[in-house]
């Protein structure tokens, strides 16, 4: 059964701290997304990838945010330095991209920045 | 601009009961649709989609969608709710170039 993993699935960090999620996609899907979900703002996304490319992260502060792919089975989303208004639930997605539209979901990184 | 909208926060309905959770869009083109279901503490998880032919769509755990284009809505719908279909329901819309666009959800709430 392939599933998308994260990990933490919990993080407690203090303000001004460095976060660093990580996904595994599914094996053999070429696109990655990362989400921020929100009660205020609901589901959000922030970045996603193609065969391990940036196409888009205009969804993300840039100032404090950034995403990778180091290789094919790994995607990063790091916070530097966290402040109390990223508290939320980051989710990563992956796909096949054009071949095929549905997205599947990982279980969430929730993060509480205190 | 594109957008889903989901019209109501929250459905509450009776076990036993069919249950419908609303879905309209405003895309250009032909897109294709989804609906998918978060369960508490969960990521989302994919029920149904419509890409072209039958306007009525079936997908996991005994939910159906039904699409009509004249009034852009892709309504999700399950003829017997079950208590644990308590949920949150995101519809989404694919126009192409990579991205879903999602609605804000709406809670189902099943009372026994």
């Known amino acids: 059964d392939a599933r998308v993993t994260q990990t933490p699935r919990d993080k407690v960090t203090e303000m001004g701290q460095e976060v660093t999620m990580r996904c595994q996609p599914i094996?053999?899907?070429?696109?990655v997304f990362w989400y921020r979900q929100t009660m205020m703002q609901g589901l959000e996304l922030l970045a996603y990838?193609?065969?391990?490319?940036?196409?888009?992260d205009s969804g993300m502060p840039k100032d404090r945010f950034s995403a990778e792919m180091p290789d094919a089975t790994l995607a990063t989303l790091k916070i530097q330095p966290s402040e109390p208004r990223d508290s939320a639930v980051y989710f990563c997605?992956?796909?096949?991209?054009?071949?095929?539209?549905?997205?599947?979901f990982g279980p969430g990184t929730r993060l509480l920045v205190l | 601009a594109q957008s889903v909208a989901q019209p109501e926060d929250q459905v509450n309905v009776a076990e036993g009961n069919p249950l419908t959770v609303k879905c309209t869009y405003s895309?250009?083109?032909?897109?294709?649709l989804f609906w998918y279901v978060q369960y508490p503490n969960r990521g989302l998880q994919f029920l149904l989609k419509?890409?072209?032919?039958?306007?009525l769509v079936k997908g996991s755990y005994g939910f159906e969608a039904e699409f009509n284009k004249s009034q852009t809505s892709f309504h999700l719908k399950k003829p017997s709710a079950l208590v644990s279909d308590s949920a949150l329901y995101f519809c989404?819309?694919?126009?192409?170039?990579?991205?879903?666009?999602f609605g804000t959800g709406t809670r189902l709430q099943v009372f026994p």
């Open positions: 997605a992956s796909g096949l991209g054009e071949r095929e539209e549905t997205q599947y």
């Open positions: 419509y890409i072209t032919g039958d306007n």
């Open positions: 895309v250009s083109g032909n897109p294709y």
């Open positions: 989404a819309v694919f126009p192409g170039a990579d991205k879903l666009i």
């Open positions: 094996l053999g899907h070429n696109t």
């Open positions: 990838f193609r065969n391990r490319a940036p196409l888009d």
